[in-house]
């Protein structure tokens, strides 16, 4: 008979708990999938499961951004603007400019990346809360967007069109290039965690920055890399999405900061940092990406209900974050 | 003089004072204000009157901010408690009626306790981090009101609602009168009293403060419900003046104006000090710099870039790191990285 103090012993122990919001998120999306196959017939269709990938590629890519930053403990609040900023950058140079596609797609890559690199060296030279610098960073990339044009700008550039609508197939169902892109940035996302000393840097310095420092980890180099990371995942995730649009538009992505949030904590990385799975990041997208299919499946819900439930399911997963980490005292 | 200079509010109100200025180089009658049908008029009532939600939702801020927490939620509360109020005038048969807008003024207000206790609730009892307790509610909140509005625009016909934000009483816009007796409200009740030095313990050290006796979670707790109310009120200013409830975009943006307003002032992000006054002007800081940039001419999509400027300048100012390095030209010991460590050493450098 187990009895509530074995529960707690087996919760205590560490590896147990680094994987249990994990488990979690997994038992949540096979029910959630459970119950969509077992109300609609078409919900079996792997093609349901493909378009998530294809309706969410660009979040994965930002979410995945953002799990590095949280790791170190950090937060990230320009995502969805470095997002939008990249879309109109990119809009703007093809469409009006005339630039080609292949000068453009380095030139913001680099912009997002630049403005992670400058936005990590005021967070750490000058000791300032990640939150606010990435919230002034927020402001100043919508500010660049609404200065650049405030209507949507229509891409038809060739590479852009054919990103957009090709589809690799295989038998009867298909995924976009953007998928395959946001699935490279995973896999090297998972190595680089996993088995190279940037990743070990992240989670030490998330885990306790000052016993990282006292070991001699090169902080300031983790720290800034982490925002650079997350910067270039942004622009990258811009690009994603004005395939996905064929548009650039200051308005597009207001609020995915909160989905990429979302996504991470759904995922089981906890927010002060030092634990969590990039896998993670990819279910709690999945998460996302179901309850939106939901949804419209059901048609009845409007689409504020999608909000309210991403809320409710924070809850719960800060809950359970919070059963699950030791008390600090 | 050199006191004048290190006073806290010094480069905020002087700021302000150039910004109003500078107004006077665009527009000649800037300064004028008159008496137009019994109403005050003129650009300086403008920015006070366009200014008083802000004020409002940034002296909740404020006190949050100086229990060393943080509420991201407040600007879908301001969406939430219009789309209340909005939604109860529109179903009552007579709009006009005064006790029936007085009902859907105190339900809104009621709710917006609520939600600010909810907030209080998981930072002070469960013990969530505030940015992420709160970013629950910012994120459903949205939901919550668009739930309220049906995902429609609510438009009211109501004179008693419509003086709440647009309306006047004795000459002067009620919106500023609200404001002006919640200011001064606010600074009875923490400077007068004890209550703000209780906050600033708290912001201080939590634990510190619990030990010494001192109710820290209550004072959190209530620090959020006063931040939810004020936010509430904020809201009901803000959908009375244009007659109608937006569960998407009314208060978009609405917390990081409130916090950049608080931090103009001078309040420390790190908790355990605060400004009302600093915020009061932070806010109407922020409030000429919208209305200067309407009025000279300059495009309002590079509104966002102005204020990337001033948060990044006023926090690298604020930053001891910054001054440090750029002012003294010699390095604080490195043996501090930046994050919980720094907060922690800053904390203890508070008086209170």
Redesign the interface.
């Known amino acids: 008979m187990t009895t509530f103090a074995d529960v707690r012993s087996r919760l205590a122990r560490p590896q147990q708990r680094r994987y249990l919001p994990l488990y979690a998120t997994l038992a949540l999306l096979a029910l959630m999938y459970g119950s969509g196959v077992a109300q609609y017939e078409a919900f079996s269709d792997p093609q349901v499961v493909l378009n998530v990938f294809i309706d969410n590629g660009f979040l994965l890519v930002v979410a995945v951004g953002m799990t590095f930053v949280i790791l170190t403990g950090g937060i990230d609040l320009s995502v969805g603007a470095v997002v939008a900023l990249t879309t109109m950058v990119s809009a703007t140079l093809l469409q009006e400019q005339g630039w080609p596609a292949f000068t453009v797609l380095p030139l913001v890559l680099l912009i997002g990346a630049t403005l992670g690199f400058g936005m990590g060296c005021i967070i750490h030279y000058f000791e300032i809360q990640p939150f606010i610098v990435t919230l002034a960073g927020m402001f100043l990339a919508r500010g660049l967007c609404y200065t650049i044009g405030t209507s949507s700008i229509t891409i038809d550039d060739p590479f852009w069109t054919r990103m957009a609508q090709s589809k690799v197939r295989f038998g009867d169902n298909f995924i976009s290039p953007s998928v395959i892109i946001a699935l490279v940035v995973v896999l090297v996302a998972v190595y680089v965690l996993a088995f190279t000393r940037l990743g070990r840097n992240t989670y030490a310095i998330g885990g306790n920055p000052r016993s990282a420092h006292l070991m001699g980890l090169p902080i300031a180099r983790t720290r800034i890399a982490v925002y650079t990371i997350s910067g270039f995942c942004s622009a990258l995730g811009g690009v994603l999405l004005s395939f996905y649009m064929l548009s650039g538009n200051s308005l597009h992505a207001v609020g995915m900061e909160l989905d990429a949030i979302a996504a991470v904590v759904i995922g089981g990385t906890l927010l002060t940092g030092g634990s969590g799975f990039v896998l993670g990041t990819v279910l709690g997208v999945l998460v996302l990406g179901l309850i939106q299919t939901l949804i419209t499946f059901d048609g009845r819900l409007s689409s504020w209900w999608t909000k309210i439930v991403i809320g409710a399911l924070l809850f719960a997963f800060i809950l359970l974050q919070r059963l699950i980490t030791p008390r600090k005292r | 003089m050199n006191t004048l200079v290190k006073h806290r509010l010094f480069w905020p109100v002087t700021m302000l004072v150039v910004l109003l200025l500078s107004n006077l180089i665009f527009t000649p009658g800037f300064f004028k204000v008159e008496v137009r049908d019994g109403h005050l008029y003129g650009s300086l009532i403008d920015i006070v009157r366009f200014g008083a939600p802000l004020i409002m939702v940034a002296l909740g801020m404020t006190l949050v901010i100086a229990t060393g927490g943080?509420d991201l939620s407040v600007g879908s509360v301001v969406a939430i408690c219009g789309a209340l109020a909005c939604w109860r005038i529109s179903e009552q048969g007579d709009q006009n009626s005064v006790t029936g807008v007085l009902v859907a003024v105190a339900l809104a207000l009621g709710l917006a306790l609520l939600l600010g206790a909810w907030n209080g609730l998981l930072v002070a009892v469960?013990?969530?981090?505030p940015?992420?307790?709160t970013?629950?509610?910012?994120?459903?909140?949205?939901?919550?009101a668009?739930?309220i509005t049906?995902?429609q625009i609510i438009t009211v016909n109501s004179s008693p609602y419509k003086l709440i934000g647009g309306g006047y009483l004795l000459t002067v816009p009620f919106a500023i009168l609200v404001a002006l007796a919640v200011t001064a409200l606010a600074v009875l009740l923490t400077r007068r009293t004890a209550l703000g030095m209780l906050i600033e313990s708290v912001g201080g050290n939590a634990e510190a403060s619990r030990l010494a006796g001192i109710h820290s979670r209550r004072i959190t707790m209530m620090a959020y419900i006063v931040a939810g109310l004020c936010a509430g009120i904020a809201g009901l200013m803000i959908s009375s003046n244009v007659s109608s409830a937006d569960?998407n975009n009314a208060g978009l943006w609405y917390e990081?104006d409130a916090?950049l307003a608080v931090?103009i002032g001078g309040t420390s992000?790190a908790g355990g000090r605060f400004s009302i006054a600093g915020t009061v002007v932070g806010a109407l800081l922020i409030q000429t710099l919208t209305t200067t940039i309407y009025t000279t001419g300059i495009?309002p999509?590079?509104?966002?870039?102005?204020?990337?400027l001033v948060?990044?300048i006023v926090?690298?100012v604020q930053?001891?790191?910054?001054r440090a390095?750029v002012f003294h030209g010699r390095r604080r010991p490195p043996?501090?990285?930046?994050?919980?460590?720094?907060a922690a050493t800053e904390k203890v450098e508070v008086p209170a």
Do not use: N
């Open positions: 943080i469960v013990g969530i981090q940015i992420v307790a970013l629950i509610l910012m994120v459903a909140g949205r939901g919550l668009q739930l049906d995902g569960g990081l916090i931090v992000l495009p999509e590079t509104t966002l870039l102005f204020k990337a948060v990044t926090c690298l930053s001891p790191a910054f390095k043996s501090t990285p930046a994050g919980p460590a720094t």
